[in-house]
């Protein structure tokens, strides 16, 4: 239980940024098909 308690804000973290850059790559994406097909 306690390591749980201590490694959880990390995890979150990594968590966090990773949907970040997901979103982005989402978003890239996107962008590069509305230029290439319309």
């Given amino acids: 239980m306690p390591v749980k ?3 959880t804000p990390g995890i979150s973290k990594s968590f966090h ?3 970040l850059l997901l ?3 989402l978003t ?3 962008l590069f098909m ?3 097909f319309f």
Avoid: H, R, S
């Fill in 34 to 36: 509305k230029i290439m």
């Fill in 23 to 25: 979103f982005v790559a």
């Fill in 17 to 19: 940024q990773t949907m």
């Fill in 5 to 7: 308690k201590k490694y």
């Fill in 28 to 30: 890239m994406i996107l």
